[in-house]
């Protein structure tokens, strides 16, 4: 199924390089976001003798999130602060042609939230986009590395980083915005790729020039959003260090001409010092590409309490939903429910639980789009400085960035998962530009009565049930890769490439490769043989106490007293390993 076909053509180069499943163009593959593969030489019969065909270290000892770029012959490989660029030849086994390597202010990676991270790079008319920690979006010569252009997307001093993958669209190229936790306003800006000029910005909140809203053709769920919704939602000027940072993924959808992304947590974390929805933070957003106008949007969690961040991936994919063919948008929020929307007109018609251990809800009511919030896990009902204790999920939502998969062969998606709970306890914080503004303190761990802190599951979009559950004893913290081969990919905290079967979930295969992996696995075909590769390099929010060297238990925003264990199972590393069955 590809949503591209009959429509006007985007970026003619890309969407056809998106269609040949010898390539991986993207870092979800294609626009639809949905990381499957119709490759099938590896099937679900001969994985078993999957072997490492080669491996490439970027010199880099933090978290690796994202994977590497296939286009044509060319593999391009990314690295966490400074950001890294690699082109490597695979026809000539996998020779450097060109290195680029950012001159960076290190004074950037005090305000980088959870881990140096760097999602990905993008490809498009012949370039290769790159999102910098310190915010600059660099344009490079895809075949010589040479630099085109240089854009500044925002300011580090004032807690503005880029931790995003770019996507190109038409003649744009998209980017978010990371630095929620310092107060800043999110936004997604669209740059012309021949220039670096500025072709539209859109707010996550403030008056309706800013967010791009129409008060009366913008909707919500099939209603007007009224006039400057992004400020009457909060109190006095909140909505100026408002946050809603948008650090996540996007989709499009070219017959529609919608881009789809999602937006982050309200600053601070101390939900008493912001009254009202704070809209429009944790927000599902479907803008028009060429404009930024948005057609519709959706607020999962208004006014949060814990921060469920909404960046998490949009799959487009065509589903039966009561029985009814649907262009549907699947998201998988870190509040953890699974929720099924028409992307035509944002009607919810899906949010159910994806892990059942999450409570601070007991459901998603589908005729409002609001929760039905559980009093004994709201971190305001008792107020600042009072520590509510064991919610669930964690703040880490019971899935992060980590995208998953679908598969248009078995109708299900594949999600890595977090099953983890936390004690949360707000104060009062001051706001001071460049400075964290978080306003809670944490601490996480399993479930009560449990171990595992993870769960990879499969998903079916159209009723809101898990179709199998596979429990890991940490969180799954890497990209899921589904294929035509009935095999679906992923990765562990500790390394193991591991790879199942799509239709059971029965485990086909592992390997441990030299350090965790918290990176997105990608397939292509090079010489007629397929390969599936894997960064591992253990880091980002789960693994910030080994990343970082942090040993206190509510250190890293909470996360590394839940992850000590994991030390004794892996080391530092940055390594990309690419497999291949025998000759």
């Known amino acids: 199924m590809t949503l591209w076909s009959g429509a006007a053509l985007a970026n003619d180069d890309l969407v056809k390089r998106q269609q040949d499943p010898k390539q991986w163009v993207m870092p979800l593959g294609n626009y639809s976001s949905q990381r499957y593969s119709a490759l099938d030489q590896i099937t679900n019969k001969n994985v078993k003798n999957l072997q490492v065909a080669w491996t490439f270290s970027t010199g880099v000892l933090r978290g690796h999130e994202g994977g590497p770029l296939v286009v044509g012959d060319m593999m391009y490989v990314h690295a966490p602060f400074p950001n890294t660029v690699f082109a490597l030849d695979l026809s000539k086994g996998g020779q450097i042609v060109w290195k680029y390597e950012p001159k960076q202010d290190p004074n950037v990676i005090p305000v980088m939230c959870c881990d140096t991270v760097n999602r990905g790079v993008a490809y498009g008319d012949g370039m290769i986009f790159l999102h910098q920690a310190d915010t600059n979006l660099v344009a490079l010569d895809a075949k010589t590395g040479k630099e085109i252009w240089k854009v500044a997307d925002g300011d580090p001093a004032k807690g503005e980083t880029g931790t995003s993958a770019p996507m190109v669209i038409k003649n744009l190229v998209l980017i978010g915005n990371s630095g929620g936790e310092f107060g800043v306003v999110g936004h997604i800006t669209a740059y012309d790729s021949k220039t670096g000029k500025r072709v539209w910005r859109g707010n996550s909140m403030g008056p309706d020039a800013d967010t791009l809203m129409d008060p009366e053709k913008t909707t919500e769920l099939g209603k007007p959003v009224g006039k400057d919704s992004g400020i009457s939602t909060w109190q006095g000027d909140q909505w100026k260090i408002g946050g809603g940072t948008t650090w996540g993924w996007m989709s499009y959808d070219p017959a529609l001409n919608l881009v789809y992304y999602g937006s982050g947590n309200p600053s601070t974390w101390n939900p008493v010092q912001r009254p009202g929805d704070n809209k429009w933070s944790m927000t599902i957003w479907a803008r028009d590409v060429d404009t930024g106008m948005?057609?519709?949007?959706?607020?999962?969690?208004?006014h949060d309490e814990w921060d469920y961040d909404g960046v998490n991936e949009m799959i487009l994919a065509d589903i039966k939903v009561g029985g009814k063919d649907t262009k549907a948008l699947v998201h998988f929020d870190r509040n953890g429910f699974g929720y099924t929307l028409n992307r035509e007109t944002g009607e919810l018609l899906v949010a159910e639980k994806y892990d059942p251990a999450v409570n601070w809800a007991s459901k998603i009511d589908l005729k409002t789009g609001k929760p039905e919030r559980v009093k004994e896990f709201s971190t305001e009902a008792g107020g600042e400085?009072?520590?509510?204790?064991?919610?669930?999920?964690?703040?880490?939502?019971?899935?992060?960035?980590?995208p998953s998969a679908f598969s248009p062969?078995?109708?299900?998606?594949?999600?890595?998962?977090?099953?983890?709970?936390?004690?949360?306890?707000?104060?009062?914080i001051a706001y001071t530009a460049g400075q964290p503004y978080v306003g809670a303190t944490l601490s996480m761990y399993p479930p009560k009565g449990e171990e595992n802190l993870g769960n990879f599951i499969a998903w079916d979009a159209g009723t809101g049930k898990i179709k199998w559950s596979l429990p890991e004893q940490f969180s799954v913290w890497s990209g899921a890769l589904a294929t035509a081969g009935d095999v679906v990919f992923y990765g562990t905290l500790e390394g193991y490439l591991k790879a199942v079967d799509a239709a059971s979930g029965k485990e086909?295969?592992?390997?441990?490769?030299?350090?965790?992996?918290?990176?997105?696995?990608?397939?292509?075909?090079?010489?007629?043989?397929?390969?599936?590769?894997?960064?591992?390099?253990?880091g980002g929010w789960a693994g910030i106490g080994m990343a970082a060297g942090l040993t206190g238990d509510q250190e890293g925003l909470g996360a590394v007293g839940a992850y000590k264990a994991l030390s004794s199972y892996t080391a530092l590393g940055g390594t990309m390993t690419v497999f291949k069955l025998p000759d």
């Open 294 to 302: 948005a057609k519709w949007v959706y607020q999962m969690t208004p």
């Open 508 to 538: 086909l295969y592992k390997f441990k490769t030299p350090s965790g992996i918290i990176g997105n696995v990608n397939t292509y075909e090079h010489d007629g043989k397929q390969y599936v590769a894997v960064y591992s390099g253990v």
């Open 409 to 428: 062969k078995t109708g299900l998606f594949y999600v890595p998962t977090n099953h983890v709970c936390m004690d949360y306890e707000p104060y009062k």
């Open 385 to 402: 400085d009072t520590n509510t204790q064991n919610i669930c999920p964690a703040a880490l939502g019971s899935k992060d960035q980590q």
